[in-house]
T-cell receptor, first 110, second 114 residues
Framework: DAKTTQPPSMDCAEGRAANLPCNHSTISGNEYVYWYRQIHSQGPQYIIHGLKNNETNEMASLIITEDRKSSTLILPHATLRDTAVYYCIVRSYNNNDMRFGAGTRLTVKP | NAGVTQTPKFQVLKTGQSMTLQCAQDMNHEYMSWYRQDPGMGLRLIHYSVGAGITDQGEVPNGYNVSRSTTEDFPLRLLSAAPSQTSVYFC?????????????FGDGTRLSIL
């Protein structure tokens, strides 16, 4: 499966949009992009996933570039409770192994 | 809707002791799995199950046993605990397998082996 590259840390002001980038330049055509986050001492929380179209749900938006080599997770109005480590994962539908990398530590500041 | 429930949340064992980590889901998910999370190593798949009565090994199965007698429950057994098994253990489930549906995780069991 393709690997992902994320910045190790980012800051965001409370109430502003948080844009978290992810590079997955070796992604295959049947691999989906998933985003999870992990708040300290809790289990990974699913946020959103997509194949090639942009996706939006009640938590976030996912923007995937046309060549699918990168994506951006957007939290439209970040709150202090969004402070967490965010993981970008790519996997195909028949690969059950969720390979979490180091992720991006997002700190939302007042 | 409880989702994925893991018990206990914390446990301390002595080397050589046995124990069972419990995982239950109330979403009628067919697929369930166990991961361990260690500092700097991300999540590693231990065992998984694609339905009741069916289990298989993941990346790091040694020292762990599983069974799946019901759709809801997927316990993880440590037969003889070793300090190397000190970790945070997560159970996850998804509706079907294979599928692009996401896995949903429990809040983990923090296990220390002395």
């Amino acid at each position: 499966d393709a690997k992902t590259t994320q910045p190790p840390s980012m800051d965001c002001a409370e109430g502003r949009a948080a844009n978290l980038p992810c590079n997955h330049s070796t992604i295959s055509g049947n691999e989906y992009v998933y985003w999870y986050r992990q708040i300290h001492s809790q289990g990974p929380q699913y946020i959103i996933h997509g194949l090639k179209n942009n996706e939006t749900n009640e938590m976030a938006s996912l923007i995937i570039t046309e060549d699918r080599k990168s994506s951006t997770l957007i939290l439209p109005h970040a709150t202090l409770r969004d402070t967490a480590v965010y993981y970008c994962i790519v996997r195909s539908y028949n690969n059950n192994d969720m390979r979490f990398g180091a992720g991006t530590r997002l700190t939302v500041k007042p | 809707n409880a989702g994925v429930t893991q018990t206990p949340k914390f446990q301390v064992l002595k080397t050589g002791q046995s124990m069972t980590l419990q995982c239950a889901q109330d979403m009628n998910h067919e697929y369930m799995s166990w991961y361990r999370q260690d500092p700097g190593m991300g999540l590693r798949l231990i065992h998984y199950s694609v339905g009741a009565g069916i289990t298989d090994q993941g990346e790091v199965p040694n020292g762990y046993n599983v069974s799946r007698s019901t759709t809801e429950d997927f316990p993880l057994r440590l037969l003889s605990a070793a300090p190397s098994q000190t970790s945070v253990y997560f159970c996850a489930s998804s509706l079907l397998w294979p599928s692009n549906q996401p896995q949903h995780f429990g809040d983990g069991t923090r296990l220390s082996i002395l």
